[in-house]
């Protein structure tokens, strides 16, 4: 029968996701859950040489494969960071595309060890679903799309319209939520693949796409024409992005943690990719305990000393990175921006 | 199955011998193994469902079908029923099992009618019409379903906006908000109505079966229409005058983003149906064809020489026969159909599966979210089965 071979490659790859999660679940985890939970995960990535990092199918400046197929973006960077703090090597890295729908269970079922991937911190998420969260490395909220020919200055005027959402997002509840308390009747288009929803809208199936507004200036400057479509300026969520990892590994989710404070803190003492051989040298007391000159903060994290230096060779510090990737689509830093230029990223100290 | 072709040797029981507790009975090994088989597979299933629920522990994922209760705040474009964002998970995939219904029931009608009569075409001595359904049967089966699917949908959506939309006839519009009608606001009365029609369809059928019974005792012919004409038509429109004749017809409007008011058909749900009506059509062709292929021709030659007209020798002589070679594989198609429907997620059609898939990433309750999809097709595939069974087993030949 043909169509069996149809049903099983879209339809029942709900079921083998099902048993993808099942599985690993079913079989006593050695290395994870019967140890105290202590290092499974960082063991199991020791021993296995990669890094598994789940990011999304394609997203520009987030995670997108570039012409020679090597992941590129913001998410990317965390990735290769943690393979650097842990293998001393950014390339160790295995990328894992996921869809908003499918992340969950790829991270639950063990089939990526961290996900890099533009995820929302809530409450369900870091309890129910069995996840840490390691920290907000982008401040986002969610907003709308439309083409600019319709003239609109305000999500409230979209009454009566039709709406392209992916599902499986904080974003389908949140529009859900907020067109209850606007009062704005709308029609939902929910549809799973990136590529396909934003078709969607760009067909005009509807006359607005909503999504974080990170993800619509991506979208929006990946089309021919980005002029042909405006971001409103309405903001009607908080969307804090989190890498995010398995419950029941608090040593993990520690170096994933301290990654993202140490790409801030390099910002924040002027440590970049290409100074950091000199910074070995620079005599500020936290700048020698971060680097590994001075005091055992990277055994502490169960990692060797110079995973700093190691780390932000790799990828230049938290705004670089944010240069490198996000700038070029016309994000601004505005709440990115470090504490002591007005914004919220903030780093505990290195001690 | 039928009565009369089975062997009267297999109705004699075998000699009965009594048990004897020994190895060497093979009753007793026979006995011995099914209780080894089964004891391992237990365990096994026992060790797998123990560890899960360890591990889900572990992890602190959430277990148990609690979910079903709490508020979805999902939104769905279609509904059969009422929904709102604020119902809960339960009511949201009732919603979608009606989605997957919806498409397969009407689906499954469709195909089977396209499919027989391209059945028919591809064996037609008209050389063009055989040749333009050889091309169809043989081009649509080939052709992955979703791709197909796909298609359609790219093409329903390279329709004008709805401020172009195409206005082929008063009230109706076609757009890339998909198919606009005029539709009657719906009363009581014409629920009621409804269920008169209904009633009067089944009396009428069973009054055919009446006049026919008496036909063979009698050989009068008896006629059907004027009671077909008074309980299909008549009644139901007696039920519907003497409730007040409500008539008000709602007009599809453009206002503002979209149309307002009339009846609905989403690009969404059309693209699904068209896809899976034409594809599946092109298997029931074939099986129409070797279904008609496998009736002798020595039947044709006989019902012709009787006289009978060569729609009749296919009615009367012809497809009878050919049903029962049909209804087996026939059954499996039904079964792809709705099964296939699950593909409904690649466009967006919030089917089972579409709203299941999006509960279990928002509970994070994989095992249970894959357990409701399992059971929805495992329950449907065996209605649907069951009832292709008794049909078969009520068409099947009975020898004399
Ligand atoms: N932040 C939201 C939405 C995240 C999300 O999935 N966003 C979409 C649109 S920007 C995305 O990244 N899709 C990429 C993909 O599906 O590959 C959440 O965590 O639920």
Known sequence: ?351 | MSEATIDPRSLRAPPRRPLRLSWSDERVRGIFWQILVVGIVGSIVWWLWSNTVHNLEVRRIATGFGFLNREAGLPIAESVIDYSPADTYLRALVVGLLNTLKVSVVGIILATILGTLMGIARLSRNWLLSKLAGIYIEAIRDLPLLLQLLLWYAILQGLPGPRQALNPAPGVFLSNRGLKLPWIEWQAAHGWALLALILGIIGTLAWRRVAIARRMQDGQPRRVWPVALGLIVALPLAVWYALGAPWVVDWPALRGFNFRGGANMSPEYFALLLGLVLYTAGFIAEIVRAGILAVPHGQWEAAQALGLRPKMVLKLIVLPQALRVIIPPMTSQYLNITKNSSLAVAIGYQDIVSIANTTLNQTGQAIEGIAIIMLVYLTISLSISLFMNWYNARIALVER
């Open chain 1, 1 to 351: 029968m043909q169509p069996f071979g149809l049903l099983f490659a879209r339809a029942l790859g709900v079921a083998t996701l099902g048993l993808a999660l099942a599985l690993p679940l079913a079989l006593p985890v050695a290395a994870q859950a019967q140890q105290a939970p202590a290092s499974g995960t960082s063991e199991a990535i020791r021993s296995r040489g990669t890094l598994i990092c789940g990011v999304t199918t394609g997203l520009a400046g987030f995670a997108q494969p570039d012409s020679q197929g090597v992941w590129r973006g913001f998410d990317v960077e965390y990735c290769r960071a943690v393979a650097a703090a842990i293998f001393g090597d950014a390339s160790k890295v295995r990328y894992v595309p996921t869809t908003a729908q499918s992340r969950f269970t790829a991270l639950q079922s063990g089939e990526v060890d961290l996900l890099a991937r533009n995820t929302t911190w809530t409450l369900s998420r870091d309890t129910s679903l069995g996840f840490d969260f390691a920290a907000t490395n982008f401040y986002d909220g969610q907003g709308f799309m439309v083409k600019t020919s319709l003239g609109l200055k305000s999500a409230k005027e979209l009454d009566g319209a039709t709406i392209c959402v992916q599902p499986g997002t904080t974003t389908e509840q949140n529009l859900t939520d907020w067109a209850r308390s606007n009062r704005v009747r709308f029609t939902p288009v929910v549809i799973e693949r990136l590529e396909e929803v934003v078709g969607a809208y760009i067909a005009g199936r509807c006359d607005a796409y909503t999504t974080d507004i990170s993800g619509l200036a991506s979208t929006r400057s990946a089309q021919p024409r980005p002029a042909e479509h405006t971001i409103l300026p309405d903001v009607i969520s908080k969307e804090p992005l989190a890498p995010l990892v398995r419950q029941g590994d608090a040593r993990f989710a520690d170096v994933v943690r301290w990654v993202h404070f140490l790409l801030l803190s390099a910002e924040e003492f002027g440590i970049t990719q290409a100074n950091v051989g000199q910074m070995a040298n620079d005599p500020r007391p936290e700048v020698q305990r971060m680097l590994g000159r001075n005091g055992e903060l990277g055994q502490m994290l169960g990692l060797d000393n110079a995973w700093a230096v190691n780390v932000l060779k790799a990828t230049g510090n938290y705004g670089e990175i944010f240069q490198r990737h996000l700038a070029p689509l016309g994000i601004q830093r505005g709440q990115n921006a470090l504490w002591n230029a007005g914004g919220l990223q903030y780093s505990p100290p290195f001690r």
